[in-house]
Each structure stands twice: as C-alpha cells, then as structure tokens.
C-alpha cells in the first residue's frame, strides 16, 4: 500500500493503482477525456497529465503507477498550461462558435465542459487554420448516428467497441490530421456486424456519436432531463440496470450506470435496452378499460346481450390462421400474381412491410371503452360466478414473465386465495420448465447455481448448449466473448452456427434434438477415460451407478451416427469439459423446448454432477431466463405446483400458513397442483374464466389456431395489457396498464439478483400499474389487500418466502441483492451450492436417461426441420419491439433462415416470398440465405404476427413439465406468390 | 569502406570492413572473413555472461536513444518462464539516415550473427528482423542470407549444433515512419495499427504478444560482434571523447557536401572533421551553413556549434543536440532554412500515428502556419505562436515523434530568426508553390 502526496494531502493507494485512481479515491478531482472506465488505459488524450517531484515530464496520471513517496501536484503551472494545450489543439478542429459568446458558455458535452472550466476560447471555425475532422457517419440510421466534426479521437468508442462488446466495428483510419473514426471498412455497420448495442454512444465524451432519436427532438443541446431514474430494462433476464431520462413526462433517452460494480451489465445495455423503450410512447397504448360491446348493466348487474356461439368474440378482423395464410391488406394491385423477386424494389418494399405490427382501427370495433369502475365491477362479478357456477377448477390466470415479483404475488394470491385454484401459470411453460423439472428432480432446486460476472471472472472452460446468447442475451454473450478472449475454452453445443458457435473453439453441430446422445456420450467418454469427479460423486451425489450404466452404450461412434457431430469432436469437447479446472455450464431454450427437454436437461446436469462442475466460483449451472423476470414470477408461485418460494401446494402446512396471512379459509384453498399453459388453453380443458396479464398466448403459443379456438370458446376472459394484443382481440374486458417505466417494482434476473426499478413517468391516460389493478381488484373479490405501495407487498412477500426475508426496498438499491437473502444482514448469495445442494440429506441424485427421437420428424412430404427462436432486434410476440421505431427498423419484416443450397435448391434467394407449411398450417414469409442454418434446417423467429412461427408449430407436451416442442417441427418450404387481393 | 567511396585515412573501419565486397554476402564468404566465429563464442557461455561483456563494453543503442545494451539486455527476466523475443529494429526511416540498410545489403550474416548472439543472451528462440518495407533489395538478401543460415544451420531447432533452437523471421514494414518506435514496431508484427504503446508495462515485462521483449537496432546489434570478437577492454578503448560513448559508429552524412555516405568513425571524432574531411567539404564557393548530426529529429547546429562538435552521446548534447541515428543533414548557405524545417515538419505531420493530441493537431497545426509564413502570409506572432506549440509538443506524449518535430522548429526560429522574419516582413521573396 505506496502512500503518496497528492496536493500536499497524504493518500494511501492501492498497490499497482494509478496517480489517477489514487487521486479520485482521495475525491481530487482531475481531467480524463480518453480514460474511461473499464476500458483499457492509452493515454492518447494527455489532459490528464500531473507534475510529480523529481520527473523532468509531466506524467499522465491515467497511465502512471504510483510509487511510495511520490509527490504530485495536479494544478501545478505547467500541468495546467499542458491541459490548456491540449483544449485549445482540439479546439483548432472543433466547432465551438456557441461557447464564444461572451462567458456565457453552456457545455454541452464532457469535453466542452472542460473548455469551459480551464477557461480556453475558442477561436472561431471560420478562422481555424485546421478543418473539421471528418469521418463515418452513419446517414440515415435509425438509432446511431455520427457527428464526426465534434470528435476528438480520444477512441474510447473504438476501445469500447472492441474490448466491451467484442465486435470492432469501430477503428481509427489514417493517421497524421487525416486520422479519423471509420465504420467497418467502408462505412456500412451492418457489414462490419455491428449489434447496435450503443456502447460507442455511451462513451463519446463530445456527443461525436449520439442516438438519433434524443436528438431529433433536442438538437445539439444536452437533454436537460427534468429526472433521471433508475429502472431495470424490460427485455431479458440479464436483468441490465438502466437510467431513464424523463422529460415532459416522457422517456428521453436511456442511459446505463457505469461506476456500480456489482450491476450486471457494467454500464452496458443492447440495442433493446438502450433504444427499445419508445413503445411506451406509441399511439397504440390502451389509457382507457374496454369492455365488449355486448355487454350491458341492467339492474346492478351485467348481463351479456351480444351475439353467441362463434360470433361471440369474433370482430371484422380476421383470425391469425387466415392472417398467416397470407390474405394481407393493402397488397399494392400492381403486385398481383408476381413473384415478390420479378417486383420493383419500391414495391417489394411495400409490399413486406404493409402491416407492420401496429394495432389496426378494426381490431377495436368490438369494444367500447368504460370507467374503471365498470370494467372491474364486470370482472368481479363474473370471475364471482363462474367460480360459484363452476367451482375452482374453472378458473385459471396466466401471470406473467414481464410483471413485477410484487404483481405476480398479488395475483397468485387472488386466485389461490380467493378461488381456491392451482390453475396458475405464465410463459415459464414454454421456456424453461424442463429445466426447473429437472432441477427439482436431481437438486431439488429451480435457478442459476452461480453469477453471470464469475464467467468472465473466473472460469476456464465455458460450455454453451443451446443458447444464442449472444442475441438473446446480449449482454451476458458478450460477457461471454470477453471470457473466450482472455483465454477461456469454448464449446458450444448448437444445430445452429450462431456467432458463439462460429467463435467456439469447438462446435458440436447436432441434428435438432438429438442432444441426449451427445451429452450421454460425452459422460461416456469421460468415464471410460477416468476424467470423472470421483470424490463429488462418492460425497455429494446418489444412484451414480445407474448413470453409469445407461451411458455405456453411447459411445461417441454411437452419438456420431445419431447426431451427425464427428466422434472426435465429442471426444475433444468432453475431455475439455472434465478438465475444467472451472466449467461454467449455459444452457436455454435450446435444451428444454423440446418434447424431450426434461431428459436432455438431466443428461446435462449428470455431466455436471459427474464432473463435480458446480458449487464453485467459476463453475456454476446457469439456465438463462428469458424474460426480464421469468425467474421473480416463478419465484413468486406463479406456477402450479407451488407457493412462493417453492413452498409445494400440496404440502397441508404450507397452505395453512399462506391461507393464515392471506386472511381466507384453508379449507378453500387447494392442496392440487393445478393445470399448466399448455393445459389451459386447449380443447378439453376446464378453464372458463381466464385472466390474463401480460401475455400473448395466440402469438406464442404452439399451433395457434387451435389456441384461437379455444379462446373463442371460453366464457368470461380478462386481459391486462399495454396493447390490444391478437389475444386480447377475444377478450370481455381489457384494462389498460402501465408500463415498466410507469410503475414501480422488483424484478429477479437470471442470476437470482432481485433489483428495484422505480416508477419514471405517469401512465398515459388512465392507464394503471397492474399492483394497483390487483389491489383494486383484490379488495372488490373480497380478499384483503392492504398494500399502498409496491413496498407494502414486498413486505408481506419476505414474510412468507424464506429466501427472500431479508429483502427491502432499501437494501434493493443499488446493485439489488442475490437471493437466497435468509435475514436482514445477509448480504445475498453470489453462488450455492459449495457444500451441500438443498435436498433432504444435502445430496444431489442423479438419473439414467436414453435418447428418444425429438418428436416430428421429416419426410418426404415435409423434408425440413424448423427450428424456431429470437432474434436481436425482436422480442417475443413483438408487441414491445415492433412499435419501438429503432428496432423495428432493423428488422422489420418476417424472414426464414434458408441454407444458401437450399434455397438454390428450391429456385428462392435472398428477400423472396417463401410459403412454409407444417402438418399443421402454412406461413408466407421472406427469405434469408444464411449458413448460420445447416442444410434442411431452416429458422424462423416468432415474433411476427404476419409470418406467426406457432402456426405451425406442433401442440404435442413434453410429459413432466407439459412443455411444448417448439425447436422441432417438420415442414415443406416453397416459392410463394404474392397472394392476389380482393 | 564507406561505401561507395574509398576509405579515408581517418576511418576505423570495423562494421563497414565488408562494406563494397559482394564475396562478404554469402554464408561461406562470411565464415572466410572471420564470421560467426562471435556467435560460437557466445553459444559456449552462460547467457548472463554474454550480457556482462556487452555491459562492459560500453556499448549503446545505435537507434537514437543510446540505452546502454548490456543493461538493457539485463532487464530481461533470468528464467524464461514464457517465451522471450527479439526484435530487430531495421525499420530505418529517420530522414537522413541509411546505415542499416547498407549493413544488411553487404554483411547480412553479421546482422544474422548479432541477432543470434542476442538471443542467446536474453533467452530467445524468436527473433523478428522488422524492416523497412521500401527496402526491397536489403529485404531479398537477408532473406537469402536467413535461408542459407538455416540450411547450414546456423538457425533452427540445432543452432550452431548446440541442440538449442534460434529463429527468426522477416517482417516488412508498410510505409509508416512511426512503426521504427519500438512499441509501435511491436504492435505492427502482431498485426495491429502501430501505435506507439503507453509505457510502463515496458517491453522487457510485457512486449510482442505480451512477452518479455527485447529491441534493439541493426547497427547496435552488429556491433556486438567486435565486443566478442575482440573483448569489451579492446571495444572501450574505442573513445576519442567521453568514455561514456565507445566503439565505432556510422553516420550517414547527406546534403551539401561533395562526398555523401556512410563513413565508419570511432566515438568522439570531431563532426566538422566529417563534413570537411571525410565528405570533402562544401561544393565551391559555398559555405557551411547548418547541420542536423542525429537524422532529422535532433535540434539543428549552426556552423560554429557544428565546427566544435563532438560526435558522441555527451558531445552532441554539449552542443544542444542529440546523436541520434547518426544521420548527418549538412546545409550550406545556399538553403531556405524555413522551408526546410517546413518540410521537416510535413514529414512528421504526416508519420504521427495521431494518437496523442498534440502530436496529432501540433504536427498540422505548425505546418499550416510555416507554410502560410512562406507564402508570404505570416505575422510576427505566428513565430511565438509556433514557439508555443513546440512547447506543447515536447515532453508530453506517448513518443517522442511530436518533440521530434519540435526540435528543428525550436532550434531553427532560436538560430535563424532572420530568415523567419524575411518572410514575414516581405524582404524575401514569397515561395510560389510548396512543394
Ligand atoms: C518515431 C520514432 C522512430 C524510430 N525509428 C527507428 C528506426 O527506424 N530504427 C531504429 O533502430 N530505431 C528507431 N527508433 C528508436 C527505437 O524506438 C528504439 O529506441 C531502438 O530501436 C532501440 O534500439 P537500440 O537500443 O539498439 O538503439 C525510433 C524511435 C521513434 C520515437
Ligand atoms: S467519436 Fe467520440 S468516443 Fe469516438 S474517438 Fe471521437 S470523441 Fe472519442
Ligand atoms: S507522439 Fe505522435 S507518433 Fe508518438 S504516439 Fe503520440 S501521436 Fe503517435
Ligand atoms: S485521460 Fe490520461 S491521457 Fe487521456
């Protein structure tokens, strides 16, 4: 520990600390313009530069280490004198002409504030003896747009795009006064793979690179935000913390918080964190309740005077079966009959993008708008008399992935409580069910073992099976490309050659679904060559034996044939594996929506188990959760078999004691795990009142047009939304809600990180925040809700969930808390599981799987296998993203992944109309050749409502976890027509 | 033989011997004249005690800084624990300087031997030659030169039959001044934009690709041979002046002389001996007017501090400047002194790396202002507004390219204010075009 004087004032450093980090620990302040945290020091800028006693130079006290004794003065005359330089050099090329005006300089950006503070003129442009620097800029993008006149080539945006994100789309061209910021090679960030992640417009200290939409409605001046709150952003379950800029009651601009060590992006966001939050200020908002126009109040009650039968929840549009097979509006008549390839680009244009996801005028014919009062008296006593008519096992909630920890409580709570049912559930169904299925068998658990940073931290071998993370996390797949840059073994186990894949230091490229051979093999090989934990095994598992036993038989050679990996990849990849030291094990959505998702997760956590990979800084188990808080809505017992926190509903106890501080009678309460999604929502099922919030089931649930005929039939449906949603087209009654910036909440990220995102802005209309709904709603059914505030309910969620007790919204801010949190002064758990897992006798069981077919497999009939999935710019049932201007720009149209081949093959090339068909439904969708897909494989993303990926998908459950098989679908894929119009 | 001239009298002729004899070249024509015999030598001794010789020597870096070798050799870790690199410096692109070259045009087997010795002494199996890519012909002999050296291997897995491997690679430069900087050098053989590094880490913790690297330029590197050859109390001896700068050293003397070339003189020999002497003084009826003794990045004499200079490292700086390269630019007193420092200046604008901001806006920033001034366009304040750029520019960046641009500016408005003011006042005659 060098002890320093800076200023004359001693300070204690940490060793191999920098002058810079001595000093802004000692809260002395000094400039930096190319230093920016996190980033690698160069030292190119030199306006940090300090005397210290005894150098002839001054040093740049970014870049200088400090020693014991040294004496530095950072306002020395000639540190100052150098700063001025530097301000007035840059200057030469910069246009300041608004800062000469008399000392009434306003700074608009890092830099100008500077030239503000050491009081350097500028000289005006017109007399420069310098041009303006030049570089790429960008036209026309919709969300990153350059200003290069303003760059000072500190690179910090080059240093942040290569060494955060990994990409390197950014660079410095030229050198000498021509040195200059340039975009990939020629300018074109989409070919130089650019992510738009904005990390470039994080850094920029000049406003050189910026976003286009804060711009365009604030010019060149700095947003002067009225507040900046801190928010967690609604996409994914990396769970990024965000800070929104409020202005005028709307978000302005997102920013990400950079100092906080312990978030989990670091200051960095993706493209949907930082530029897809404009939805909230789309004309489409709901800000009034919607009733169905047929009913009406007679006598204190409301009675139903609509049409019946089919027609009861019909309205002039048309279902999405027909919407899928292609009778669009609006086809430009040229078009008629063409092939979309023999048309204009114009028209092709057109004739993609003519029904773009906003809600169309027709969609709200059906219904009229009501009071609040209205719309929950209907809900109330409706949901009051099906339960009477119908009993418990009639009434069913789909809670939901993008809610709160507190509003899916608050919902659990209603329909447990108040109408004695288990039929509870929300999309965990269709992610990752199996995985928790698995969990709970083997470890008797339902999340990540360790931390997203201990990747980057601390492990030596990162095994991937099963997850694009990269587009679909971002954030933690670029986490993940750091790890593999500074040394970390890559194996990524994927049909699909996904960026990961490509960059895999091994890629084990398997026929869809085939992956229980290959993980069984790989546990084979490790045993036949003794690379098995053997100690783990002996001390903290059971039923090894029958493992043992099943995996004999598939030998690489065996696994080869069945998933088309060479043996000697499997070999290569297992041995790597066993090795570790640290294995880090990822798996998604690619492992557990299959029909036999159960089983391949457990062959996976045999391997783990086998190897002893968990339990460590550096070997963790992670499955990563798709939604923002898929993890906090099951936490909160939004599934079936469970109260909050994985108190089993079957358990008498547990439901006495939540019947016991909910107020109500057990003996109301059911002691039945009730029906899943899938169960739900088909023909059959005895659900007829539904309540759903926020989801979209039609769009992202398998074989759509038997969900669509079943949501036609039922009796009462309630839908809590930001948008009419193709679901909430059938609805009696739609309530408007908030969105996540208009409320305030608690979310649980993939890392079991609880985080507090706080109300930013008002609701538009009479939009409510769904707690305040629930409440509302809660209290009218007749079951007590108390709570004023979100804070309120989280004060009665840590009383009855045993993890979470040491919770409260004071401890939440900052970086959140990891639970399990099991008192007040527990400062959270970064990784379970290092001594004993939290089964009876502490051990892990394992259990013997075999390889089963995946389900649907192709003929001749249907020669392919659709894999289905997320893209970057999208999210889920598109409802968010295609009315976020940015990211709806990216990627505005439907399209397939097509093997180049194949589509040579079949006569299709890139942006032709395509018609897929399973034994299903068929979709008419545009075409990409791409190689990320292997031959006979094509993919396409589900959040296009014109293109519906889960027309075609097949309704057939995974048995343990009622899963659907959404990654393997036979079908045929063929040129299309442009559909004739009426 | 300072090629192509005849050698003077006043010549020690040691790195230069061979220079004009093609027979030196090949791999048998160098054993004939005493080669590799320096090499054999080292491969039988402990590598610290290669260092101790050269340590003891005397000898220092040829490329312009003048770092002791030895004590520079000796920073390298003791155990090799990861791989350690050489680097030669033959990116030899200072104006005025172009003694490497012609080293590895004649006696490419003495570079080859140098490199080896080093490497042994530092503990290298790798050895990158980075040189200058404009030098095609030097190029091809040296890589003719490594190929035989391992076909009769000198180099390989069985250097010397020493069952240890020594090997080395060419690398080409690509036009760019900056990448002689040794961590700009470094940057560029692992494939990245020569930038010049921040240091510390130096290269000797973490150089090419992140190992412990040693540089050090061609000359410096052939000069290790005599102190082999003939011991480092026979190398120091070499010393007319301060004994503190030892052996033999080459300038390269171009400009306003008769006799332009490489001459081989020993430490200490007096520079207006050079100009007069050696290189047969100025053309008729000129004068001398000015000389710049260290290639175009070291402060510029006028004929008295020239006519009393010492050429060593403490002699140059007695007299305000550097040694430098040894790259010697003689003026007589037919020359535009601003615009020659004008087209110093270009050069420098136009090889900055443009990292550091005043290197990259000083550079341009001076030029603008020098070319406006010969145009005619000046006023006096440009002189104190250059005066304060050069300031800006020296001592505050990654390398020292920007001070080198600085210097001649510094130096030159200081010695040849008159010439300056001409143009501005109007008594000179405006330059029409700039070329
Ligand atoms: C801008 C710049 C250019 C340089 N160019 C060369 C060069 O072309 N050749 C060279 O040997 N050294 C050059 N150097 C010096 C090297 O950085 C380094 O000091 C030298 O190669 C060390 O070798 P030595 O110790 O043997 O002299 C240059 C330095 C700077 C700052
Ligand atoms: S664009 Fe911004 S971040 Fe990039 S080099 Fe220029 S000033 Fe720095
Ligand atoms: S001084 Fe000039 S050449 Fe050297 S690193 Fe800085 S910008 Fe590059
Ligand atoms: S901040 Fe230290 S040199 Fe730029």
Known sequence: MPALLINGQRVDAADGATILDAARAAEIDLPTLCWYPKLPTVGNCRICVVSVEGEDKLLPACAATVAEGMRVETESAAALDARRGVLQMLLERYPADHLINGGRAEPRNEFEEYVVRYGVTPRAVAAHELSLRQGDERPGDPMISHDMSLCILCTRCVRACEDIQVVGVLDVAYRGEGAQIVVGADGDPDKAACTWCGECVRVCPTGAIFEVMPRERFGESRVAADRVVRSICPYCGVGCQIDLHVKDNEIARVTSPTFEETTPNDGSTCVKGRFGYDFTQHRDRLTKPLIRKGWVRRGGRWIWEGATGAARRGGPWQSMTEEGRGDKPAAPPRAIGKRIRDLSLLERITADVRDRATTPETWYQPFREATWDEALELVTQELTRIHADHGPDAMAVFQSAKCSNEENYLLQRLFRGAFGTNNVDHCTRLCHSTSVSAMQDALNTAAASGSMREVEEACDVIFIAGANTTETHPVFGVSLKRAHERGAFLIVADPRRTELAARADVHLQMQPGTDVALLNAMLQHILAEGLENWSFIETRTHDFDTVRKAVQPYTPERAAAITGIPAELIRAAAERYARGPNTTTIWAMGLTQHLTGHDMVTSLLNLILATGMIGRWGAAMMPVRGQNNVQGSSDMGAIPFAFPDYQAVADPANRDKFARVWGVDPKTMSLVPGLTVTEMAREGSPVKALYIMGENPIISDPDIAHAEAWFRTIEFLVVQDMFLTETARYGDVILPAASFAEKTGTFVNTERRIQLSEQAIDPPGQARADWEILVDLSNRIGIKSPFSSPADVMEEIREVAPAWAGVTYARLRGGGLQYPVPHDDHPGTAFLFADRFPTADGRALFHAVEYADPGELPDDEYPFVMNTGRMLYHWHTGTMTRRSRGLDAREPVATVEVHPDDAAELGLADGDMAKITSRRNSIVISVRMSDRVARRQIFVPFHFREAAANLLTNPVLEPHAKMAALKVTAVRLEPATVPATA | ?435
């Open chain 2, 1 to 435: 033989m300072g090629y192509p001239h005849e050698p003077h009298p006043k010549e020690t002729l040691i790195l230069s011997k061979h220079f004009g004899d093609a027979g030196a070249r090949s791999y048998d024509g160098w054993v004939k004249c005493g080669g590799y015999q320096a090499l054999k030598r080292a491969l039988a001794m402990d590598p610290a005690d290669v260092i101790e010789i050269v340590k003891e020597s005397g000898l220092r870096g040829r490329g312009g800084a003048g770092f002791p070798t030895g004590l520079k050799w000796s920073f390298m870790p003791k155990e090799r624990r990861k791989p350690h690199y050489l680097c030669c410096n033959a990116d030899e692109s200072e104006p005025g300087t172009f003694k490497d070259r012609e080293i590895m045009r004649w006696t490419p087997h003495a570079l080859i031997e140098g490199c080896a010795i080093a490497q042994h002494a530092i503990q290298a199996e790798v050895c990158y030659i980075y040189i200058r890519g404009e030098f095609t012909e030097p190029i091809a002999i040296m890589q003719a030169a490594l190929d035989e050296a391992y076909r009769e291997g000198v180099l390989g897995g069985n250097a010397m039959g020493t069952n240890r491997r020594i090997d080395m690679y060419i690398h080409r430069g690509a036009g760019a001044y900056i990448c002689g900087e040794e961590t700009a050098l470094m940057n560029s053989i692992e494939g990245r934009r020569g930038n010049p590094r921040i240091r510390p880490p130096f290269p000797a913790q973490q150089g090419v690709f992140g190992m412990p690297t040693t540089i050090n330029n061609v000359e410096t590197l052939v000069s290790v041979l005599p102190v082999l050859n003939e011991g480092a109390e026979w190398y120091k001896d070499l010393s007319l002046g301060n004994p503190k700068s030892t052996g033999t050293k080459l300038f390269s003397v171009c400009g306003h002389v008769r006799k332009p070339g490489n001459y081989e003189v020993t430490m200490g020999f007096p520079l207006g001996e050079l100009v007069n002497d050696l290189c047969g003084g100025m053309r008729d009826g000129r004068t001398l007017k000015a000389c710049i003794p260290g290639g175009s990045s070291v402060p510029i004499l006028n004929r008295e501090e020239t006519e009393a200079c010492l050429l060593d490292y403490e002699g140059c700086v007695e007299q305000g400047t550097m040694l430098g390269s040894g790259g010697v630019i003689v003026f007589d007193d037919s020359a535009d002194m601003v615009y020659q420092i004008m087209r110093l200046a270009r050069f420098y604008a136009h090889e900055s790396c443009a990292q550091c901001t005043q290197c990259r806006e000083g550079t341009a920033w001076t030029v603008r202002i020098l070319e406006r001034i010969l145009r005619g366009e000046g006023e006096m304040k440009d002189l104190d507004l250059l005066l304060d750029l050069s300031e800006q520019m020296t001592g505050k960046t990654i390398c020292v390219l920007s001070d080198s641009c600085a210097a001649p500016i510094v130096s030159g408005i200081k010695k040849f204010r008159d010439e300056f003011e001409a143009y501005i006042t109007g008594a000179k005659q405006p330059v029409a075009a700039l070329t």
